[in-house]
């Protein structure tokens, strides 16, 4: 099996930290032009587009229990040798702390050796490095990630 798992601490609410890992809107704002489409319950199909409208990652909500837990698979579709891979799990943890929100988000694949595994382990920490600076400063990171090219 291959894992990651990210742990950082914001300064904010539960429910900000949700709404900002759900929305669109804001989403776009620190997922350097990509948000994520759902309903956000049980069962609902997931995807991960990038700014031009291709789709880069789908799959489906697994758990949902806002603003505490949400658990996602997730199947990488524009990098071929990645699709292969099959699905990964993605959980994304919110737990209060003082005045912040320990955010924990592990990745795991069954295949050892996972070439998705190795690729968001290069890019959760800016998505979420920029995420934190647009919640505590109103502003994300400048440009430190772009999108592969179709």
């Known amino acids: 099996m291959s894992n990651f798992v990210y742990v950082t601490y914001i300064r904010t609410t539960p ?5 900002a890992l759900t929305s669109p809107e804001f989403q ?18 997931w995807s991960l587009l990038f700014s031009d409208g291709r789709v880069a990652d789908a799959g489906e909500v697994l758990e949902i229990d806002p603003p505490r837990r949400l658990v996602l698979k997730w199947r990488n579709e524009f990098r071929p040798e990645m699709k292969a891979e099959g699905p990964a799990r993605c959980v994304y943890e919110l737990e209060p702390v003082g005045e912040a929100v320990k955010l924990t988000i592990t990745h795991a694949n069954e295949r050892e050796g996972s070439k998705f595994i190795e690729a968001v382990s290069g890019g959760w920490p800016k998505i979420l490095a920029s995420l934190k600076s647009l919640l505590e400063t109103g502003k994300p990171l400048g440009e430190i990630h772009t999108a592969p090219k179709a």
């Open 15 to 19: 429910e900000k930290l949700w709404q």
């Open 28 to 45: 776009k704002q620190y997922w350097f032009g990509m948000h994520q489409e759902c309903d956000w319950k049980q069962g609902a199909s």
